[in-house]
């Protein structure tokens, strides 16, 4: 059974540093992985999808690499600001036809001005 | 396009009464999600639709739990009755399903209370 844990659960960071979360799962056979941005009572805002194939995917100051062999993407976020303070999450889709995503716990950022 | 659109926004209900959630995917996505998210469980998958068509329900929690999609642009999420452990944000999603893309857009969901 696919499990997606996100490590830290939760980080902040002071306003202009570069950082890095961590997203891990158990399965490698996956088809592709999202990274998603939640804010405070809101719905998810899709961030990069990388599929299986590719290595990494950029949009502005978000990079997103991932590593299917280990089990392991990560996404940089590059001199944050404090608009940038949500919770993020990860979550892979399997496989074959099941169009099914396993979301990751997700890790809490707070950019402080 | 308006996005996923989900009603109501907020329900708050007491227990043993029927609760009916809507979903509005965007125009032209073919596959349809609901989703339940907790402090506990994080977010879960409850059921998928694929052009209407039911593929997975194995996230549904008990029978109390139905979904239907009785056409393309339009699904209910019901519980019947429902129950305090019931209470939960739902979130519904919707994606267009072809090869080499399944990006899933999500709705604002809705803010579940049972009293």
């Known amino acids: 059974k696919q499990e997606v844990t996100q490590i830290p659960a939760a980080l902040s960071v002071p306003e202009g540093e570069n950082l890095v979360l961590n997203c891990s799962f158990t399965?490698?056979?996956?088809?592709?992985l999202q990274w998603f941005r939640q804010d405070p009572g809101k719905g998810l805002t899709s961030l990069l999808l990388i599929q299986s194939s590719q290595r990494e995917q950029t949009s502005g100051r978000l990079n997103a690499s991932l590593d299917k062999s280990s089990g392991r993407s990560t996404l940089y976020i590059a001199a944050s600001q404090p608009g940038d303070s949500a919770t993020y999450l990860c979550?892979?889709?399997?496989?074959?036809?099941?169009?099914?995503?396993?979301f990751g716990t997700g890790t809490l950022l707070a950019v402080q001005p | 396009d308006a996005g996923v659109i989900q009603s109501p926004r907020h329900e708050v209900t007491e227990m043993g009464q029927e609760v009916t959630l809507r979903c509005k995917p965007i125009?032209?996505?073919?596959?349809l999600f609901w989703y339940r998210q907790t402090m506990m469980r994080g977010l879960e998958l409850l059921i998928y639709?694929?052009?209407?068509?039911?593929?997975?329900d194995s996230g549904m929690p008990e029978d109390r739990f139905s979904a239907k999609m009785p056409n393309a642009s339009f699904s209910t999420l019901k519980i019947q009755p429902s129950e305090p452990r019931d209470s939960a944000v739902y979130f519904c999603?919707?994606?267009?399903?072809?090869?080499?893309?399944?990006?899933?857009?999500f709705g604002p969901g809705t803010r579940l209370t049972v009293t």
């Open positions: 639709f694929n052009n209407n068509v039911p593929i997975d």
């Open positions: 979550a892979v889709r399997q496989g074959g036809a099941t169009n099914k995503l396993i």
């Open positions: 399965d490698s056979a996956i088809y592709n």
């Open positions: 999603a919707s994606s267009f399903h072809r090869v080499g893309s399944y990006e899933q857009y």
């Open positions: 125009s032209g996505h073919n596959s």
